[in-house]
């Protein structure tokens, strides 16, 4: 009983010299992991109730049914537009991969011969100065796709340069406007039916 008494009184002491060095001063490590992201989605604010973007549809009769453009040996392209919509965007970068790019393309499906889609990012903004900087782009130099460019699988960077943002959602980010213009020869051009989905890709590093 004596000895187990003699262990049980070191231990206590041994527990005690372990706290015994406290001053008015102490710390403890803090940690804070920020994982890198890549988020990106588009608005459209010319919907009746504003949300990510769904069906874009260009009626090719608007070109030669409406206004100015009802009148034989008439086609302007130039009547079809579609504005209103924004890329929204969150970017953290890594020190290793500083800067991102929004790419687009066409993937799978059909368009028209004899015609272009032209995307013109038409400004940039972001909703507070304080979240970033949206990137770079080219109002400029506006990407252009033809029905080749979904056999090829191309695709075009729209917003280069982008580093850590966050662009603030709905109309803020990257404005963009899609405009139908002659592509060649309009022998190529063809009724029917088309369809093709437009791809925009935030690089993930």
């Given at each position: 009983?004596?000895?187990?008494?003699?262990?049980?009184?070191?231990?206590?002491?041994?527990?005690?010299?372990?706290?015994?060095?406290?001053?008015?001063?102490?710390?403890?490590?803090?940690?804070?992991?920020?994982?890198?992201?890549?988020?990106?989605?588009?608005?459209?604010?010319?919907?009746?109730?504003?949300?990510?973007?769904?069906?874009?549809?260009?009626?090719?009769?608007?070109?030669?049914?409406?206004?100015?453009?009802?009148?034989?040996?008439?086609?302007?392209?130039?009547?079809?537009?579609?504005s209103?919509?924004?890329?929204?965007?969150?970017?953290?970068?890594?020190?290793?991969e500083?800067?991102?790019?929004?790419?687009?393309?066409?993937?799978?499906?059909?368009?028209?011969g004899?015609?272009?889609?032209?995307?013109?990012?038409?400004e940039?903004?972001?909703?507070?100065?304080?979240?970033?900087?949206?990137?770079?782009?080219?109002?400029?130099?506006?990407i252009?796709?033809?029905?080749?460019?979904?056999?090829?699988?191309?695709?075009?960077?729209?917003?280069?340069?982008?580093?850590?943002?966050?662009?603030?959602?709905?109309?803020?980010?990257?404005?963009?406007?899609?405009?139908l213009?002659?592509?060649?020869?309009?022998?190529?051009?063809?009724?029917?039916?088309?369809?093709?989905?437009?791809?925009?890709?935030?690089?993930?590093?």
């Amino acid at each position: 009983m004596t000895i187990a008494l003699v262990a049980l009184g070191t231990l206590s002491a041994n527990a005690q010299s372990a706290d015994n060095d406290d001053t008015n001063v102490d710390q403890h490590e803090l940690q804070v992991l920020v994982q890198e992201v890549a988020l990106l989605d588009i608005w459209d604010a010319s919907l009746a109730v504003p949300a990510d973007v769904g069906i874009i549809t260009f009626d090719m009769a608007d070109a030669t049914t409406n206004g100015i453009n009802a009148e034989a040996g008439l086609y302007d392209f130039a009547a079809l537009s579609y504005s209103d919509l924004y890329l929204n965007y969150t970017s953290v970068v890594s020190a290793a991969e500083p800067t991102r790019n929004i790419s687009v393309r066409l993937n799978g499906g059909s368009f028209p011969g004899g015609l272009q889609l032209v995307i013109t990012p038409e400004e940039s903004t972001v909703e507070n100065p304080d979240n970033g900087v949206p990137g770079t782009i080219d109002t400029a130099n506006p990407i252009r796709f033809t029905s080749n460019d979904i056999t090829t699988g191309a695709s075009q960077n729209i917003v280069t340069q982008i580093e850590s943002v966050y662009t603030g959602d709905e109309a803020n980010g990257v404005k963009l406007l899609y405009t139908l213009e002659q592509f060649g020869s309009f022998s190529n051009y063809i009724a029917g039916n088309y369809s093709t989905q437009v791809v925009y890709t935030l690089s993930d590093l």
